[in-house]
């Protein structure tokens, strides 16, 4: 069983940054894919950003040139670098892995904690 960890949450400003991180452990075979969803108060999860063992990555729209998604495999950890918020991006965000490239949360077998990103306007 894969364990995730995330950190790097926090309160930041409209057209601020923020980083937050994973930590993953387990078997490796189980954490080739990994990624972000979040879920905002009142609404469904929804799917952030993924990447593959190789480094393939797949953005949401609503993200995309935004938000970006990196792994760095010798340390096991996902980052997810988040530029120019905006307060609708406040929402607890879940780092996840899975064995496949998907947008649908129930793909992903494995789930961090979550995170809370509150962006101010």
């Known amino acids: 069983q894969v364990q995730l960890v995330e950190t790097g949450g926090g309160l930041v400003q409209a057209g601020g940054s923020l980083r937050v991180s994973c930590v993953a452990s387990g078997p490796p075979f189980s954490r080739d894919y990994m990624g972000w969803f979040r879920q905002a108060p009142g609404k469904e999860r929804e799917f952030v950003v993924s990447i593959s063992w190789n480094g393939v990555t797949d953005v949401a729209d609503s993200v995309k040139g935004r938000l970006r998604i990196s792994r760095d495999s010798a340390r096991n950890c996902v980052y997810l670098q988040m530029n120019s918020l905006k307060p609708e991006d406040t929402a607890v965000y879940y780092c996840?892995?899975?064995?496949?490239?998907?947008?649908?949360?129930?793909?992903?077998?494995?789930w961090g904690q979550g995170t809370q990103v509150t962006v101010s306007s």
């Open positions: 996840v892995a899975g064995q496949s490239m998907s947008r649908y949360a129930t793909d992903y077998f494995s």
